[in-house]
């Protein structure tokens, strides 16, 4: 009898694992489902605009980020079209996959099903990570690379086996082909080795061989910048400048408590980081958190840049709260479990409202336009195009064989390009970013319809302006489209040649 008892306990030992895992995957699926069904409610985001249209040019570099974005929406493009689901779908992979290495870091730091899911569900019901499953943008990407480093450091640690410096290395140089910022966690655990017993795998040949995967990965991007003179150097200098001249690096420290992680869940990741500055085996990534925290404050970074360090110190402190709940009688464990998930599913749920386009009409629908600015610039980009489609057409026949779309910005360049092939419309005229990299047309037409300008700015760039139309939606919302520039105009060439006009009016955005 005892035989078989133990017999029953080993096999229950065995399957405990798998189950936990299917646990986390269920989770991560219910994270996939909510944005597949509510992701086609609005339209595209005037970010998302932008890397479409890069993704029809597809280079080694653009001016405003590294390749790896436009990359992935080209593949989209040709498997879905041009379709809001199908284009967010790798956004939603990647945060599925957030949210099931998180439980999975939970579970290599020792965590039972109870930190695996509190970790899990810690993660995906924060705002910053629900917002990337919303919009393909390349900070989505970006926080799936910085949480696959952290679940690599912690298997590198665990089992002191350095060749997981080549999985660490791999992911460092797509994330380097993602977006730049990741340089900042590269700092971190450089830092980190300096500063605690780690530093022995400077000796290592597995760790040289991971940095030189990532340089070999990130090597296209590079000399794609050296042969344009690091022109995203110099993008990102003045796009820096204009975030802190309008106040958008204020409030970093309040961003790490509401906007980077649920505020319910704060206790759990400075729980995890006071673990990980007590674990001597583990400490390398209290300085992966610290490091960057400490740079992006010096610096003034936009308080959403930090967001993917904190599934690590979740993990952490998941497991040390299962720990210490494990200790208490079953009456106060079971209160503190009740209390904390209940505040975690109520904030989560909020953030949800806040964040998720999950009604097509009604009150919800409101308070989401109402709040949340990122929706409110996915309206109307349909109706633009609609308008400038209706002026092209009523141009007498002489003008409407040599008419050109001039854009203001990047949103209009995408929606132009993308959306404005049902209507046949010719292919943007943009001075921003990498657009301005690829010319004007040659020749160039002679009659512009000029969008996203003031008044004073199209008569003082172009001869003969008229007010064609105005940019509008049909639901009274204000966003940049409809309040900062929406007048039409239907004018002739620049007053300078256009060779001099193109070098003077290059811009970043």
Not at 174 to 202: C, E
Not at 218 to 235: D, E, M, T
Not at 293 to 302: C, H
Request: one cysteine or more; charged letters at 15%; glycine letters at 10%.
């Amino acid at each position: 009898m005892e035989t078989v008892n133990a017999d029953q306990g080993s096999r229950r030992m065995d399957t405990q694992p798998l189950a936990d895992t299917r646990v986390l995957l269920g989770i991560a699926a219910v994270v996939a489902l909510v944005h597949i069904l509510t992701n086609n409610r609005y339209g595209f985001h005037r970010d998302e605009l932008q890397f479409l249209s890069d993704a029809m040019h597809l280079d080694w570099g653009f001016v405003a980020y590294p390749p790896l974005t436009s990359f992935l929406e080209r593949i989209s493009l040709g498997i879905f079209g041009v379709s809001l689901v199908g284009l967010r779908l790798f956004s939603v992979i990647a945060q599925a996959v957030a949210v099931f290495a998180t439980g999975l870091m939970a579970k290599e730091l020792g965590g039972r099903r109870l930190a695996q899911v509190t970790a899990a569900l810690a993660v995906a019901l924060s705002a910053l990570p629900l917002f990337e499953g919303t919009e393909f943008q390349y900070s989505s990407f970006d926080y799936l690379w910085w949480v696959l480093i952290a679940y690599f450091v912690i298997r590198l640690l665990k089992t002191e086996d350095p060749r997981w410096w080549l999985a660490i290395g791999a992911t460092a140089g797509i994330g380097l082909m993602t977006k730049y910022t990741i340089l900042f966690l590269i700092a971190g655990m450089a830092g980190g080795l300096l500063l605690t017993r780690t530093r022995r795998y400077f000796g290592s040949w597995w760790f040289w061989g991971g940095a030189a995967l990532a340089l070999l990965i990130f090597l296209p991007n590079l000399v794609w910048q050296a042969r344009h003179g690091f022109i995203s150097l110099h993008f990102l200098r003045h796009i820096h400048a204009r975030d802190v001249s309008q106040g958008r690096a204020n409030g970093f420290v309040l961003d790490q408590l509401w906007l980077c992680t649920n505020m319910f869940a704060v206790p759990v990741w400075l729980f995890g980081l006071w673990c990980y500055l007590r674990d001597q085996r583990y400490r390398l990534l209290a300085w992966m958190y610290l490091i960057p925290l400490a740079l992006f404050l010096f610096a003034r970074g936009r308080g959403y840049y930090l967001a993917a360090a904190y599934p690590m110190l979740m993990a952490m402190g998941a497991v040390a709260g299962e720990r210490w709940v494990a200790s208490l009688t079953r009456l106060w464990r079971r209160v503190i479990e009740a209390t904390f998930f209940t505040g975690l599913a109520a904030g989560g749920l909020f953030i949800c409202a806040l964040i998720l386009p999950l009604a097509s009409a009604g009150p919800l629908k409101d308070f989401a336009l109402k709040n949340n600015g990122d929706l409110r610039e996915e309206i109307g980009w349909n109706e633009l195009v609609q308008t400038v489609a209706g002026i092209r057409d009523s141009l007498p026949p002489e003008q409407r064989e040599s008419v050109g779309v001039l854009v203001g910005n990047y949103g209009e360049q995408g929606a132009i390009e993308i959306l404005g092939r049902t209507y046949h419309l010719p292919a943007p005229i943009s001075m921003t970013n990498s657009a301005w990299l690829r010319g004007y047309p040659v020749p160039p037409p002679s009659t512009l319809i000029v969008i996203g300008f003031s008044r004073e700015y199209a008569e003082g760039a172009f001869t003969s302006c008229r007010l064609a139309g105005h940019s509008s939606n049909p639901y009274g919302i204000k966003n940049e489209e409809s309040q900062a520039h929406p007048d039409i105009f239907i004018c002739g060439g620049p007053r300078k040649p256009w060779p001099d006009f193109w070098k003077e009016y290059q811009s970043f955005g």
